[in-house]
């Protein structure tokens, strides 16, 4: 998987026509080259600028890595398994001298999205399947759904009553749902299966909400590895529920992590908490006298300019990866609208740009609803009334 993603992206490169043709980063030359590789730690602990080493792909480099001094760059922003293209040169064999760095891997692909099973929905709430218009409604939120003293799943019923009110065209829920972390889950003091709690607990209250809403609503939910009752593998399955008939076309399950399109607006999703992790490894230089950036939006940014919704390697202990499963799975193959990141971060709302230097930059909503339950209490989630003309765009971050 790292192999391909480091040969995917010389491929991307080179295609480009910004550069030529990635070449052999670890050998001993006084002239400029180009070349593209994984950023890797020397030794165990953090990434710093002392110990960035730059592996290359086994096609051009043998898989070979090599130092990179970074001491004629003035602003660059590392992670462990971030992959980059890079100009310099090498002249002892020992230590890459970079002289440019460029972060962002070129050329997003078009791809083929999952649809959300939805139609159209005009103003007068009739659908019209030949004209769609990239307008949407909806109230998105993230686990857990229960405060951590009880399995009452009070916060998820306050979600549900704000969204009769409002009658979004979209819910879409994050997990996790029955969370593996929930003092109760932990001690094994629940009487009922797990699946049982999410049945009655969740399920339920969901098919009751879509009944009273009618058919224009449409409920999305996709899992977390927190989720006791579901595979714990990141990329991870859908759910598999046995929906009554009725209404399988209003309750959609999606893996994690997912893209997918709605009212022709397209949406990435990933419950692993990888602004976290990123957040924990990144390390960054600026001009001098610049003032200090927005560190969490350029966090964002890794994330469509690396095309992965989990670039970190290696992952954090407890982070359940298997590469067998993330080839495709874990790539981004097409820059989403609204870019969907829950998280232990404070929660925030972003509009944010992949490329500033360009004439028109590719702007996304990126957010992190936070938690619906924090604690013994209430926590947040978002209201997003989404408009392709960007000034009628709107969203509020909701405290319960």
Known sequence: YLEDRIRRSGS?????????????????????????GMVICDGEGHLNEKS????????????????????DVDRFSLFPGQVVGIQGHNPSGHCFVVSKLNDSIPNFVDAQLPRAKKQAVDSEGNQSSDVVSRVLSSVIAAGPYTTSDNLLFEPLQELISYASRKQPQLLILMGPFIDSDHPEIK???????????????????LQDFTQYLGHNVRVILIPSVRDAHHDFVFPQPAFDLNLPEDITHQITCLANPSLFSCNEIHFGCCTMDILKH??????????????????????????????????LYPPPAGVPLDFSLANGALEIASAPDVLLLPSDLAPFVKVLSLDESSEEPKRFICMNPGRLAKGIGGGTFVELNYNEDTDKTSASLIRI
């Open 187 to 205: 001690k094994g003091a629940v009487d009922k299966s797990f699946q049982d709690i999410f049945l009655f607990e969740i399920l339920r209250k």
């Open 52 to 71: 960035i080493l730059l592996q290359g792909s086994v096609e051009h480099s043998r898989g070979q890595h090599v130092r990179l001094d970074l001491k």
């Open 12 to 36: 991307l490169f080179s295609a480009s026509g910004l550069c030529g043709e990635p070449a052999d980063a670890t050998l001993a030359s006084e002239e400029s080259m180009f070349s593209v």
């Open 278 to 311: 990123l957040s924990g490894e990144e390390i960054s230089r600026k001009p001098p006298g610049e003032k200090h950036g927005d560190r969490i939006g350029r966090i964002c940014t890794h994330i469509l300019k690396q095309q992965s919704y989990y670039p």
